[in-house]
């Protein structure tokens, strides 16, 4: 799959470029990013309170949302996707289509209308790589050499996710690996 992952990669860069161009972007500044972190540490201590297997992993979730603090502004908003994930895509003959502008359904319609870091749709579909390899695990017994096997295609889907974004892109998600690993923890 790891083809399909590339060129799904493209267009999701094709798109965000599209989006750039119609819609404009603004400049988050120290400010823009601390309200997020803020959202984020609040969300997680809400979901904590009502999943208690979480609770041992909160410490680390917490770091690294605090980490994004020291990441270098202005960072680029725009409109995005704002729920992506391999469910919200179609393959076609003529390549990929993404569906369903909609945003998030569980924020508020003033939170998904919100400008926000394009990595935000970059870090859904990289959590969605990693879903999709753990559906060959739930319900099975413990196969370690089945989840080496997930977890394997997983990362290489998603490198090359990345390298068919950044192709296009003209910047690598990977270089913004902070910003980018809390969003997909969050």
Same mark, same amino acid.
């Given at each position: 799959f790891?083809?399909e992952?590339?060129?799904?990669?493209?267009?999701?860069?094709?798109?965000h470029a599209?989006?750039?161009?119609? #819609?404009?972007?603004?400049?988050?500044?120290?400010a823009?990013?601390?309200?997020t @972190?803020?959202v984020? #540490?609040d969300?997680?201590?809400r979901?904590?309170a009502e999943?208690?297997?979480?609770?041992?992993? @909160?410490?680390?979730?917490?770091?690294?949302f605090?980490?994004?603090?020291?990441?270098? @502004?202005?960072?680029?908003?725009?409109?995005?996707? =704002?729920d #992506?994930? #391999? =469910?919200?895509?179609?393959?076609?003959? =003529?390549?990929?289509?993404?569906?369903?502008?909609?945003g998030?359904?569980?924020?508020s319609?003033?939170?998904?209308?919100?400008?926000r870091?394009?990595?935000?749709? @970059?870090?859904?579909?990289?959590?969605?790589?990693?879903?999709?390899?753990?559906?060959?695990?739930v =319900?099975?017994?413990?196969?370690?050499v089945?989840a080496?096997?997930?977890m394997?295609?997983a990362?290489?889907?998603?490198?090359?996710?990345c390298?068919?974004?950044?192709?296009?892109?003209?910047s690598?998600?990977r270089d913004?690996?902070?910003l980018l690993?809390?969003?997909?923890?969050?």
């Open positions: 790891a083809g992952a590339s060129r799904l990669g493209a267009a999701v860069a094709d798109v599209d989006l750039r161009s119609a #819609l404009g972007t603004e400049d988050a500044d120290a823009e990013l601390e309200r @972190v803020t984020m #540490l969300r997680l201590d979901v904590a999943v208690p297997e979480l609770v041992p992993h @909160v410490p680390g979730l917490r770091d690294a605090d980490a994004m603090r020291r990441h270098p @502004v202005p960072v680029e908003m725009q409109f995005v996707h =704002g #992506l994930h #391999l =469910g919200q895509v179609l393959r076609t003959l =003529g390549g990929w289509l993404i569906l369903d502008f909609e998030e359904p569980a924020a319609v003033a939170e998904r209308s919100r400008l870091s394009a990595l935000r749709d @970059v870090a859904g579909m990289l959590r969605s790589f990693d879903y999709a390899a753990q559906q060959l695990l =319900g099975g017994p413990d196969d370690p089945l080496d096997v997930a394997r295609w990362h290489r889907n998603r490198e090359a996710f390298d068919g974004y950044a192709e296009v892109a003209g690598d998600p913004a690996a902070v690993r809390a969003l997909e923890l969050d």
